[in-house]
């Protein structure tokens, strides 16, 4: 494409900027210096001998000085550039790469690029050096890098504990609509559990907010016969998963056969950290009526199974489950490096 006056795009962009008879070398030259300033661009020209002639905008760390050692960086990144430059001026080719320094607050990365100056019979007079800082791309890039590898992880651990509740559901359900039904509402406590997780950038999840996440899934306002007492530790992801589940459990085993089943029916939970040798140790306790003539569910329930066996072993724990003076009990001990006290 060419424009109206004959002339290709990038030549108009380079030539017709400004009317060229009001052309000024002195205020173009200072406009470019304006620019290579505000870009954090260092720019450096040395002659055929690799002798400085000018440079500008040369900040830490590179430091000025006569001859080829223009830098303050590790010999072995000085001695690449200036190899690269030599390189420029023995094949008149330009070369382009990157660089790393140390800095007061960590690794500073740059982009660098060698240039040759041509003299219009084509022999090199010159090189030119051209630096810019690229740390903090580099460093968003190494923390999406963190955090793909985290996601990634989270997510692999997510469909590992999908797959076992699938597995343990289908074991201990009688029939095709027994298991939809029981393995949908497992899958669901999970993603409530998941969305309060997510929702704090993976810190995790407050153990009350928790506990009344899984209960309002199944009440109007979320807190119906549910009474809680005692410490709110922030809980790590994976235990804000495993204990959500465990809540799940027993808040659906207490609304078909327990206290929340029965009108007025209530349920206390208390939760109270305690020391144990150097770390705390957080003791979760669910308690509730027991209604008379009931039993405690079968050991090869997958809720008993999941209560006594699956949480704890998460959360390198313990737990029972248990009947004490007509009340259904459950103990979960959840030591340190789960959760995290405000």
Do not use: C
């Not at 494409?1 to 205020?27: F, Y």
């Amino acid at each position: 494409m060419v424009t109206s006056r004959g002339k290709t795009p990038a030549e108009t962009l380079d030539s017709e900027v400004i009317d060229p008879s009001l052309k000024d070398d002195s205020q173009l030259g200072q406009a470019l210096l304006h620019a290579l300033r505000n870009a954090g661009v260092s720019v450096l020209y040395q002659d055929h001998d690799l002798r400085t002639v000018w440079a500008r905008n040369m900040q830490a760390p590179w430091a000025l000085v006569s001859g080829p050692m223009d830098t303050i960086l590790p010999p072995s990144q000085t001695e690449r550039i200036i190899a690269a430059r030599r390189k420029a001026i023995e094949t008149g080719k330009p070369d382009r790469f990157e660089i790393s320094a140390p800095g007061d607050d960590g690794v500073r990365w740059f982009e660098v690029w060698i240039d040759p100056d041509l003299a219009q019979n084509g022999s090199v007079r010159g090189v030119m050096t051209t630096k810019v800082e690229t740390t903090e791309r580099k460093r968003r890039e190494q923390s999406l890098r963190a955090l793909l590898r985290e996601v990634s992880h989270r997510s692999k651990n997510l469909l590992a504990i999908i797959q076992s509740i699938a597995s343990q559901t289908g074991r201990y359900s009688g029939s095709i609509a027994d298991f939809l039904t029981r393995f949908q509402g497992r899958l669901q406590s999970l993603a409530s559990s998941q969305d309060l997780v997510t929702s704090s950038n993976w810190r995790g999840a407050q153990l009350r907010e928790l506990i009344y996440g899984q209960l309002g899934r199944y009440t109007r306002d979320g807190q119906h016969g549910l009474h809680f007492e005692g410490s709110n530790p922030y809980l790590s992801p994976n235990a804000a998963l495993h204990i959500g589940l465990a809540m799940h459990e027993l808040v659906v085993n207490s609304l078909s056969y327990g206290a929340l089943s029965r009108p007025g029916g209530t349920v206390s939970i208390s939760a109270e950290l305690t020391d144990a040798g150097d770390a705390p140790l957080l003791r979760l306790l669910w308690a509730e009526p027991f209604a008379d003539g009931g039993e405690l569910l079968t050991q090869r329930h997958f809720g008993r199974v999941t209560l006594e066996r699956v949480v704890p072993v998460s959360l390198n724990g313990k737990a029972s489950l248990s009947i004490i003076d007509d009340r259904l009990e459950y103990l979960l001990l959840i030591p340190n490096g789960n959760f995290e006290t405000e």
